[in-house]
């Protein structure tokens, strides 16, 4: 059984100043975020603008993604679109290109009930015997999973675990409790600034945007807390949420992206009609990377 846990970065998409895809600059990022000890990396995820892929440049994405990391962690593929059709299609990709796992966002835009969220869920699941990963963002979809839907589509086989981005540990907690002892299902952190609080109400881990640029440090978070070091890990995470909170400075995903680029991890540049942050806000950020010592080598 696929075992959901650890600090898996939702990968930056590199992109040329054309919008086209930086084929370098993928494996230099995915060379980056290894070296920083993550335990699995995900492609095309939101952090990745997915939604501003076509099929192609995904395509191309995961086979060099599965080229490059070559085994050494697991590789996680976003399936995620408006249409059930469309997620079956992407899950098909990751499955011919053996990446060990999908996550699946709820469909944005539109307004499906619960009954039509279970069975989109269930069909992609049964359509591609391939690892499935939940993903809650309701702040980008305008879709809350409820933690019923979580606990009964955890009964499907190869549904494995959910991301929480909500921001409410009330629901991260429930999403624990309701699923204790199914098959090793596993919840993990999507809001990068309670990974502490979900690993110790029992959360397996963390998909964590800004993994991406302070890797090592998202992983002194899960490895000090693994050894018992509470404060320890409470302290690491209270360091990764100044650079969380500086978000706000940017038009989601610019920020990791910027950052990136200040280290010299260069990732080009956001999909239009999302830019770079303003010079005063650069400023801004590369004093908090400061702060937190993202520039020691």
């Known amino acids: 059984m696929f075992e959901v846990k650890g600090v898996v970065p939702p990968l930056i998409t590199p992109m ?26 995900f492609v095309i995820g939101s952090t990745g603008e997915f939604y501003g892929l076509d099929f192609e440049a995904k395509k191309r994405i995961v ?3 599965m080229e490059e990391v070559n085994g050494r962690v697991p590789v996680f593929v976003g399936a995620s679109a408006i249409t059930t059709r469309e997620c ?44 499935n990963i939940l993903y809650n963002n ?16 955890a009964d499907i086989a190869n549904i494995v675990g959910v991301k929480d981005t909500s921001g409410d540990m009330t629901l991260t907690s429930e999403y624990i409790r309701r699923t204790l002892g199914k098959k090793g299902f596993g919840v993990m952190a999507g ?13 397996k881990g963390c998909v964590a945007g800004t993994a991406n640029v302070l890797p ?22 209270f360091k990764l949420s100044l650079f969380r909170n500086a978000y706000s400075l940017g038009s989601f995903p610019v920020v990791p992206k910027d950052a990136l680029n200040m ?4 990732v080009g540049h956001p999909i239009r009609p999302i830019q770079h ?13 400061m702060e937190i010592g993202a520039f020691d080598k």
């Open 16 to 41: 040329d100043e054309n919008e086209k895809l930086d084929e370098a600059g993928l494996r230099r990022l995915l060379n980056y975020v290894i070296d920083g000890g993550v335990h699995g990396v």
């Open 63 to 65: 086979e060099i993604t």
């Open 88 to 131: 079956i299609r992407l899950a098909e990709l990751a499955k011919a290109n053996e990446a060990d796992a999908i996550s699946v966002l709820t469909p944005m835009f539109i307004d499906p009930n619960e009954r039509e969220l279970f069975d989109h869920f269930s069909a992609i699941a049964h359509a591609v015997d391939i690892p």
């Open 138 to 153: 309701p702040d980008r979809t305008g879709i809350n999973m409820s933690a019923g839907l979580v606990e009964r589509l």
């Open 191 to 203: 809001k990068d600034t309670m990974i502490f609080p979900t690993l110790c109400c029992g959360g």
């Open 216 to 237: 090592k440090l998202v992983v002194e978070i899960y490895d000090k807390f693994m050894a018992g070091d509470m404060l320890g890990a409470r302290d690491a995470q």
């Open 263 to 266: 280290l010299g991890v260069n």
């Open 277 to 289: 942050m303003t010079e005063e806000n650069q400023a801004k950020l590369r004093q908090i990377l």
